[in-house]
């Protein structure tokens, strides 16, 4: 074995340390995205996330062209794309950062993203604790304007 071991990192610290604290958890992944060696997938990783609880923003840290844009060529290798899986069904978001977007202009809009969130609840109809994962969707009535969720959650178990 050997390489980067991105999912499999994710899927540890969400199972074995996260998942034992209580209230609102953040993971923030500073990388290119590439995983390597992980023995479990992109899908494990964040299932094990909304398992825990846990919302999880990457910073996608990769070389840019010296027009500042990662080249269409490598968008599909950067790493980019497995990022925007892992965070997105967390409710989290990916955010560039190199030459021309710098590390610190990242973090501000990963802390402006946390400083505006919402905490929605609700009884589902269906009340079973099976521990089954059930998926969610948020609809926003105003025009323009887009909610960003977690997928789902997974029930209580009995």
Same mark, same amino acid.
Do not use: C
């Given at each position: 074995?050997?390489?980067?071991?991105?999912?499999?990192?994710?899927?540890?610290?969400?199972?074995?340390?996260?998942?034992?604290?209580?209230?609102? /958890?953040?993971?923030?992944?500073?990388?290119?995205?590439?995983?390597?060696?992980?023995?479990?997938?992109?899908?494990?990783?964040?299932?094990?996330?909304?398992?825990?609880?846990?919302?999880?923003?990457?910073?996608?840290?990769?070389?840019?062209?010296?027009?500042?844009?990662?080249?269409?060529?490598?968008?599909?290798?950067?790493?980019?794309?497995?990022?925007?899986?892992?965070?997105?069904?967390?409710?989290?978001?990916?955010?560039?950062?190199?030459?021309?977007?710098?590390?610190?202009?990242?973090?501000?809009?990963?802390?402006?993203?946390?400083?505006?969130?919402?905490?929605?609840?609700?009884?589902?109809?269906?009340?079973?604790?099976?521990?089954?994962?059930? /998926?969610?969707?948020?609809?926003?009535?105003?025009?323009?304007?887009?909610?960003?969720?977690?997928?789902?959650?997974?029930?209580?178990?009995?």
């Amino acid at each position: 074995m050997g390489g980067t071991i991105l999912f499999d990192a994710v899927n540890l610290v969400a199972g074995q340390k996260l998942k034992a604290i209580k209230g609102r /958890k953040v993971m923030v992944l500073l990388t290119d995205g590439l995983d390597s060696g992980s023995r479990v997938n992109v899908e494990a990783a964040y299932k094990a996330a909304l398992a825990a609880d846990s919302v999880i923003y990457a910073i996608h840290n990769a070389p840019e062209s010296t027009s500042g844009i990662v080249p269409a060529m490598e968008s599909d290798d950067s790493g980019w794309k497995a990022l925007r899986l892992l965070t997105g069904p967390t409710g989290g978001r990916t955010f560039r950062a190199g030459a021309k977007s710098p590390l610190t202009a990242a973090f501000q809009a990963l802390e402006d993203d946390m400083r505006n969130q919402y905490a929605l609840g609700y009884k589902p109809l269906n009340e079973a604790t099976d521990g089954t994962f059930r /998926k969610l969707e948020v609809k926003v009535r105003r025009s323009g304007v887009r909610a960003q969720t977690r997928s789902g959650y997974f029930a209580l178990q009995k």
